[in-house]
C-alpha cells in the first residue's frame, strides 16, 4: 500500500511564479513599466509644452473612445495608447510575480523590439520623425529607442528562460477553438492587407520597406499606420497557431491580442456612428460588396474579442494537477 505522499494530487495554484523565476518577472515588470511610463509622461510633455496639457486631459475619456474628438495639437495614434496601456499592466503583472503576465510580456517585448529597430533603421537613414507623434525632438528620440532595444531584449531574455510547461496531455478543446478563432480573423486581417495593396497596384516592395524602415512613405492610402496593423494582425496569426498548439506563454498574449482589437473596434464602431453617411457612416459600407465585406470582417472581429477570452477562462478555471513522489 502506497503512502498517503505517493498519491497525493497537487494542485497547482497558478496565481505566483516559481520563486526561482520571480527576479526575473521582477526585472521584467520593472522594464516594462518604465517604458510604458517614458511614452506616456513624453507625451504629457509635450501637450504641457504646447500649452495644451488641460485641454487634451479634459478631451481624453472621450477621446479614448471616439476618434472625431479633439485631443488638441499633439494626439496620438489608438495604437500607441494600446501600446502604453499594455505595457503598464503587464508590467504590473510581472512585478507581482503574475505567470499569466507572461506571454503578454513576451509579445510587448517582441513588438518593442521590432519597433525600435524599424525608426534606428528610419532615423540612419534621414532622421525621420518619430512614429509616435511627428515631432523631432533631438537626441532624446534615439535615446527612447535604443532604450526600447535593449529593454525589450532584457525581457526576451529573462521570460523564456522562466518557461513553463504546458499541461500534460496538450491544448484542451476551448483552446484549440481559441486558437482558430484567433489565427483565422489574424489571416482575415493580412488577406484584406494583400487584397488593398492588388486593388491599388501598391508596391509590395514599398510596403515591405515601411515595415522594417520608419523614413519609407505609406503606400497604401489612407493607412498612416501600416507597422501596427500589420504587427497585430501578424501577432494574432502566430499567437492562434501557439494555442493551437498548446504552448503555455499562448493564452495570455491571445487575452492582450483580443483585448487590443476589441479596443480597436469599438472606437471603430463609435467613430462611424458619429460620422455623417457622405463622411464614412455606416452608409457608405452598406453601397457595395466590398464595404459590407469589410463590416462583416469586423464583425468577425469582434466575435473573436469576446469568444476568445470567454474560451480561455473557461480552460483556466479547470485544475491543474500533478501526482506527487
Known amino acids: 500500500m502506497h503512502s498517503h505522499q505517493d498519491h497525493q494530487t497537487v494542485q497547482l495554484r497558478r496565481h505566483r511564479a516559481p520563486r526561482s523565476g520571480r ?24 501637450a504641457w509644452q504646447d500649452g495644451d496639457l488641460g485641454s487634451a486631459l479634459g478631451s481624453l475619456p472621450r477621446g479614448l473612445v471616439d476618434p472625431t474628438a479633439d485631443l488638441g495639437a499633439t494626439p ?18 510581472a512585478l507581482f510575480h503574475r505567470p499569466h503576465s507572461r506571454g503578454a510580456a513576451l509579445v510587448l517585448a517582441w513588438v518593442l523590439a521590432a519597433l525600435s529597430v ?29 532604450a526600447g532595444l535593449l ?14 510547461e504546458p499541461p500534460r496531455g496538450g491544448p484542451r478543446g476551448a483552446q484549440r477553438f481559441a486558437g482558430a478563432l484567433l ?25 515591405a520597406r515601411n515595415l522594417v524602415d520608419s523614413s519609407a512613405p505609406a503606400v497604401l492610402e489612407g493607412s498612416a499606420w501600416e ?6 494582425a501578424l501577432g ?20 492582450l491580442l483580443t483585448l487590443a482589437e476589441g479596443y480597436l473596434l469599438v472606437r471603430f464602431a463609435v467613430g462611424t456612428q458619429r460620422a455623417g453617411s457622405a463622411n464614412g457612416g455606416w452608409g457608405t459600407y452598406l453601397d457595395d460588396g466590398t464595404g459590407m465585406l469589410s463590416l462583416a470582417t469586423a464583425g468577425v472581429g469582434a466575435l473573436s474579442a469576446l469568444l476568445v477570452p470567454a474560451l480561455l477562462a473557461t480552460v483556466r478555471r479547470e485544475p491543474i494537477t500533478v501526482r506527487g513522489r
Open 23 to 46: 527576479g526575473a518577472y521582477v526585472v521584467s515588470g520593472f522594464v516594462l513599466l518604465a517604458y510604458g511610463g517614458l511614452l506616456a509622461g513624453r507625451q504629457a510633455l509635450r
Open 76 to 93: 496620438e495614434s489608438p495604437y500607441v495608447w494600446v501600446f502604453v496601456a499594455a505595457l503598464l499592466v503587464a508590467g504590473l503583472g
Open 118 to 146: 524599424r525608426e534606428l533603421l528610419g532615423m540612419r537613414a534621414q532622421g525621420s520623425p518619430s512614429v509616435y507623434g511627428g515631432v523631432e525632438e533631438g537626441v532624446w528620440i534615439p535615446l527612447l529607442r535604443w
Open 151 to 164: 529593454g525589450a531584449l532584457v525581457v526576451l531574455v529573462l521570460l523564456t528562460r522562466t518557461g513553463h
Open 183 to 207: 489565427l483565422g480573423y489574424g489571416a482575415l486581417r493580412l488577406g484584406w492587407t494583400a487584397r488593398n495593396l492588388w486593388v491599388s497596384d501598391a508596391s509590395f516592395t514599398g510596403y
Open 227 to 232: 507597422f501596427p496593423e500589420a504587427a497585430l
Open 236 to 255: 494574432m496569426v502566430l499567437v492562434g497557431l501557439a494555442l493551437w498548439a498548446g504552448r503555455a506563454f499562448a493564452p495570455s498574449a491571445a487575452l
